[in-house]
């Protein structure tokens, strides 16, 4: 897709009715298995290798260099899929091809909360300008590092896709957060949302 004025937009990689260019020039394979793709197409797409890398900031770069035109991010976020293998792919009806992506593929950028208790809901951006609310489609999760101990919250976007919740965003969570026991009998601290309990950790000493 060649964007006027954007000299990082690749220009052969078809996304609907538009080109961009994505196709490495070095001629490398690429392993793993592409998403399922509709059975309407009635074609397989063809094969190809992107140079292209989503930093886990968020920001998307193509042969090295970031893409400036959000617009343009969000387009190819439209065709971005994860495999069972979590590789992640760029399908679009006439080609796909594997991308790197170094953590989520999208931020969360901001939260927004309405109501309180069970039916308090927690509204999610990203840096892409997406919405989701928290709960049973839109899971919240923490990852934590098992060298430092570190946590890294996510939200599922769409089907495998995730958000890394921003720290700042996190830390707001912490703070609006509840307490309540297990099943085991442990101390956690979460947040509500459309119902559902989401933990964000275990309070030290129990």
């Known amino acids: 897709m060649r964007m006027s004025g954007d000299k990082t937009a690749p220009n052969s990689m078809k996304v609907g009715n ?20 509709p059975a309407a ?7 190809e290798q ?24 969000k387009l190819f976020s439209t065709v971005l899929k994860r495999d069972d293998d979590g590789d992640y792919w760029l399908v679009t009806p006439v080609e796909r091809g594997k991308i790197v992506v170094e953590d989520a593929p999208f931020v969360a950028v901001e939260m927004t909360v309405a109501g309180s208790g069970t039916d308090q809901v927690l509204s999610f951006r990203t840096n892409l300008d997406h919405w989701v609310e928290a709960g049973p489609e839109h899971p919240i999760r923490v990852a934590v590092n098992p060298e430092t101990g570190e946590p890294a919250p996510y939200i599922e976007i769409r089907s495998r896709l ?17 307490t309540r026991r297990t099943e085991t009998g442990e101390s956690e601290v979460g947040l509500w949302s459309n119902k559902v309990f989401f933990a964000l950790g275990k309070l030290p000493g129990d």
């Open 50 to 73: 992107y140079d292209i890398r989503i930093a886990r900031d968020g920001t998307w770069f193509h042969n090295g260099d970031p893409i400036r035109r959000i617009e343009l991010a």
């Open 162 to 178: 995730e958000a890394l919740i921003l720290r700042a965003v996190f830390y707001d969570m912490v703070e609006r957060s509840d």
């Open 41 to 47: 197409l009635g074609r397989t797409p063809t094969l």
């Open 18 to 37: 538009a080109m961009a260019n994505d196709k490495r020039s070095d001629g490398q394979t690429v392993s793993g298995t592409p998403p399922e793709l």
